[in-house]
Structures are given as C-alpha cells and as structure tokens.
C-alpha cells in the first residue's frame, strides 16, 4: 500500500520484531515503538502481554494517547520486583531507545564521555544490563547518524555480540533481534554475528545508509525494501493506535 | 509501642558519612518531607542508595552526596534528572551506578544477611569496570556458571513514604506499586517511615485489602505523619505528582539566579510546614 509515511513504515518493521514471540510481555521505549508493539498484538501477535505503563498488565487495543478506545482491561498486576523476576526469567522482548550503538550491538545510553565525568549524563544503566542478558532485546533509533551508530560505544549498558559470546553459558539467553532506525532495518544475521543492514526503507538509498553510519556494515548485494504496510495496518495505525498522529512528530516524512 | 516522632527527630539520627537508603521510584511517593528536613540539616558526605528522583537531585545540589548508588536518577515525566546531570558532570560524585535488578539484589542481600546474590545482570557490561568492587563468583554445581555476586547493600538509615500508617509502625500504600520499600526498610539500621495520615490499626483495613500492608512494625523505628510529604512526586492516591511544580523546580535548575529564587522560596526555610505554606501560596497565586 502506498502512501504510507516514513513513521508508519518504521512502526510496521517494529511490529514485525515482534513476530513470533507469542506470550511475552513486550516493552517499547518511544512513540513508534509503542505504536509498533500495540500493532503487533492487534494484528498478527494477539497473545502479546503489555503493560499500562504503571504496574498493571492490560489486555485489549491500547491507544497511544488513551483516549480513544476507552479503558483496557486489566488482566494481571505487575509492579517492578515483579517486572524484574520476569525479566530475568526471559519471558520478555524490550525494545529500548540507543544513545549509540557499535557493529556488535553493544548499546549505550548511560552517559557520553567518561564514565567518571560524563560529558553529558544521560539516563544511566537503568535495566539495560539485565535485560540484554536474560531476554530479547531489540533497538530503535530516531534519527539514525553517525554519533549514534559508533565505532565503539562510550559505555556499555546494554550487552552486544561480541561481549555476549565471550561469556559462555552466561551469555546464552542474548538475543538482539533487531535494529529498527528511520532509515532501516538492521540484524546481526551474519556469521560473526555483526550489524547487517536487512532492509532500507522506501525512499532510502544504500549509500545514504552506509553516510549515517560511523562503522562497517555489512551489506549484501541486494538490499530489499522495508515492507510497507498493509490496508488494515494503516487504518490500525491512523485510526485506532495513534488518531493523534503523534508518530509523525517522532520521525519527520 | 508508641513510634511517632518527628522529622528533626530522624534526621538527627544520621551522621557524616553515613549510608542512607531513600525508598520511592523516579517521582514516584519520595519521602520528600524527610529529604527536605535532610537539607535543613548539616550532614554531609552521605553515600546515597536510591532508586533515584527528585530526592537524589536535592541532595546533590545541596552538597550533601558523596557517593551515589543507583540504577538511574529521573524524574518520569521528565527523564533525566537535571540536578543530578550537573553534578554528575562536575564530577561531584562518586558513581555507584547499577543495573536496576542489582540494586534490589543488594537491599535484598542485606535484608537476608547474605554476604551477596548472584546474578546475570552486569555481565559483558561496564556495570563491573565502574564498579570496581564488585566480584564475580562461580557456580559450585555441575554448569559452572560464572555470576556477578552482588554484595549486600547494608544501609545506616532507610526513609520511605506511605500513604497510611498506625503509630506503630504498620504500613499501608494504596497506590499501584509498594516499589522497594519494604526491602530498604530490611536493610537498614534504623528505619523512619513517613506517611500521609496515622490512623487506628483497626482502620488500617478500611482503606485497602491487607496485601497492601506491606510494611509490619517489626521493619519500623520511627513513623512521621507528615501530610503531603512526598510531594512533588506522586503518591496516589492521596494526590498525584505536582507536575507543574516539578517544571518549575526543572527550570530552575538550568539557571543559577532561577535556582537561587527557588531555594530561597522552598527549600531555605525552617520547616515542613513553611514549605507547605509556600506550596499552598503558589498555588493559590495561579
């Protein structure tokens, strides 16, 4: 379908990170991961858990701003001691916003500069280390360029493939599904598990990737396009998820 | 055993150089009355333990954080801290910082008098070069696994807010989520617990089911009734966060005749109930 902005595509290629998970409770930092998510379980991921952001767990289409559709349903309660034992019980798939991100996916979005003197203090570890080392983890990027996609990262929060395979067993619940930015979609599908462009979104070109990009990709000889979304996703999306169009001031065209 | 004191009371209790667990999340049911009696005190040098908030920014701007252990410093509907980000910038203070389910494994520790909790979480991280004390250890049984061992957390001093409690120390939060309190109070010394109303044991019960008693007497050495004493965060559902408020004290904090205005105003006052006039004043001025 066509005339789909450049946020819809990026909440459908969020959406579609969480293909196949069933149920797990999935998280989403940002407008269009949530949208991505919400859209996920109303269409093709139904058994998807989410919370209100509070401590409930609810069930039913929840829009974005929570006017439209009435009050969900509260299936279950789920304050954070709760939220940590299921993180660490794997049963969940977060994606969380990257500050930077190296070519092994290790995430960063404690702190620029030193750690001892940060440059700019940003949100700290949060539960960054935790959740990349017990369950799926994916990322979203805003506004994809180069001081966000780094050589190398000032701090590592969130664990990428290199470090997580030098752990051994320990590493053996790490899982970067994907890397979703305004420009494409990433994955680690390579033999050293390195970032991997999987697909560009309509409208971008290769080279303008590659531009934004402070490091190597990996690159195959045929990039195909991000999908676009379907009918029904975009009247989901305009209609029932996000009528505010708050996605749009997320990611601009 | 009657428990009521006052703030100045418990805040009298802490000394230079002192451990002190703060309960509450983010902006959420701080026990703000006793973060600012804290202010009005002069210790000083205190390793902060917190689940940080607007409680952990006060206490940096006033000088009064040595060292800080923590998993993160927001204030929700604001995410990032800026009190907090200017000293942490300045290189002010000593970073502790944490991934969020270690710093519930140190209270936890402590509260089971454990020496340490193994976990996952800060493996391949730069959790473990911050913090260059912690260990690792490895499993004893046939995987072998090597864990971060997180060693207990042991606090001088716990504060937290709630919304009920009797003079006993029995205590009740009616909101969404009791967050750590409980677990501060298990890995503290001394344990204070403010609260929005003391009322009967007996009525305990009448404003919410017994699962949200979840801090007994046996966790408490001093209650405060002290109403409005987690604002400007939230404490539902007594009231929610002042949010306007919290954007004033957020720009202040970005400029120092801003922030000189705000103190003079809120915090350099001689006690709770000044600051709670000043409150109300504000309030009634818009």
Redesign the interface.
């Known amino acids: 379908m066509s005339g789909a902005t450049r946020a819809e595509v990026c909440a459908v290629a969020v959406a579609e990170l969480f293909r196949g998970d069933g149920e797990v409770l999935a998280s989403s930092f940002g407008t269009v991961p949530a949208l991505g998510a919400r859209l996920a379980k109303a269409s093709f991921e139904p058994d998807l858990m989410m919370t209100d952001g ?3 767990l609810v069930d039913g289409l929840q829009p974005l701003s929570g006017a439209a559709e009435g009050e969900p349903v509260v299936e279950g309660w789920l ?3 709760q939220v ?1 034992d299921l ?2 019980s794997g049963r969940r798939h977060v994606v969380m916003i990257a500050s930077q991100i190296d070519r092994y996916g290790n995430h960063n979005f ?2 620029i500069g030193e ?16 959740n ?3 369950h799926t983890t994916s990322y979203w990027v805003p506004e994809h360029g180069p001081r966000v996609f780094v050589e190398k990262v000032d ?6 493939y290199d ?2 395979r ?6 053996r ?2 899982e970067i599904r994907g890397v979703v930015s305004n420009l494409g979609v990433f994955d680690f599908k390579t033999p050293d598990r390195r970032m991997r462009l999987a697909s560009r979104h309509p409208g971008v070109e290769v080279e303008q990737v590659v531009a934004a990009t402070g490091f190597e990709l990996e690159i195959g000889p045929d990039v195909p396009e991000t999908r676009a979304p379907t009918a029904d996703e975009l009247r989901l999306i305009r209609e029932r998820i996000d009528p505010e169009g708050l996605r749009e001031r997320e990611v601009k065209g | 055993m009657d428990k009521r004191t006052s703030l100045a009371e418990a805040v009298a209790e802490l000394r230079d150089g002192m451990t002190v667990g703060i309960g509450g ?1 983010g902006s959420r049911r701080k026990p703000m009355a006793l973060v600012r009696e804290i202010l009005r005190s002069g210790v000083r040098d205190l390793t902060v333990v917190s689940y940080g908030g607007p409680d952990v920014g006060l206490l940096c701007a006033a000088d009064k954080v040595r060292r800080l252990v ?5 204030l929700d509907s604001i ?2 801290e800026p009190m ?2 200017t000293a ?4 002010r203070i000593e ?1 502790r ?6 710093l ?1 494994w140190g209270l936890y520790a402590a509260a089971l008098r454990l020496p340490f909790l193994p ?9 473990l070069p ?1 913090n260059p004390e912690l260990r690792t250890v490895r499993s004893p049984y046939d ?5 971060v061992a997180m060693p207990a957390l042991h606090l001088d001093v716990a504060f937290v807010h709630m919304n009920r409690a009797d003079a006993r120390g029995n205590a009740q939060f009616l909101g ?5 309190d409980d677990l501060f109070c298990m890995a503290a010394r001394r344990r204070f617990l403010s609260c929005e109303k003391i009322v009967e044991t007996s009525d305990l019960r009448k404003a919410g089911s017994f699962h949200t008693l979840r801090i007994h007497r046996g966790l408490v050495d001093g209650v405060i009734e002290a109403p409005g004493g987690a604002h400007f965060t939230e404490c539902p559902p007594d009231y929610p966060r002042d949010e306007a408020f919290q954007r004033e004290y957020a720009a202040a904090a970005r400029d120092p005749a801003a922030w000189s205005a705000f103190r003079a105003r809120y915090l350099d006052l001689a006690s709770e109930e000044e600051y709670r006039r000043a409150v109300r004043e504000r309030s009634a001025a818009r």
């Open positions: 509070v401590a409930c304050p954070f001691r940590f993180l660490w404690a702190c750690h001892a003197r940060p440059r700019a203090q940003l949100l700290g570890m949060r539960g960054a280390p935790g990349t080392i017990h701090v590592v929060s969130g664990v990428g470090r997580a030098q752990l051994g067993a320990a590493g619940f790490h | 999340w923590y998993g993160f410093v927001s995410p990032l907090f980000r942490r910038q300045a290189g970073a910082e944490l991934d969020e389910g270690m519930q976990t996952r979480a800060g493996l391949g991280t730069d959790v911050i995987d072998g696994e090597e864990l969404p989520d009791p967050y750590f």
